[in-house]
């Protein structure tokens, strides 16, 4: 059974760093992109950073700059270390991994439960 664990979270003033961690575990043959999402309150939940296996990155307008995304094939494992943070970062971050469970098979995507960054101001 396919398992994303995330850490890392908490409360942090603005302007401080805080590094997220996800391992998958879990009969998983291949992880194709593993990203990281958020939800404020009230909002809707936004893509913040996503890898491919080959380390192509992508990240959002909001956090370019500010916030690295990385990951350890090896551990199937990814990071988000976040930089110079502001009170709008403040969220449930999740951790998304599109994964394969056998050779050739289809892609699935397997979410994390969340944790909270806080930032105070």
């Known amino acids: 059974q396919v398992q994303l664990v995330e850490s890392g979270g908490g409360l942090v003033q603005a302007g401080g760093s805080v590094r997220l961690s996800c391992a998958a575990s879990g009969g998983i043959f291949s992880i194709n992109v593993m990203g990281w999402y958020r939800q404020a309150p009230g909002k809707q939940r936004e893509l913040v950073a996503a890898i491919t296996r080959g380390g192509n990155m992508n990240y959002s307008d909001s956090v370019k700059g500010r916030f690295t995304i990385s990951r350890d094939n090896a551990k199937n494992t990814v990071y988000l270390q976040m930089n110079s943070l502001k009170p709008e970062d403040t969220a449930v971050y999740y951790c998304?991994?599109?994964?394969?469970?056998?050779?050739?098979?289809?892609?699935?995507?397997?979410w994390g439960q969340g944790t909270q960054v806080t930032v105070s101001s």
């Open positions: 998304k991994a599109r994964l394969e469970l056998r050779p050739g098979g289809a892609d699935y995507d397997y």
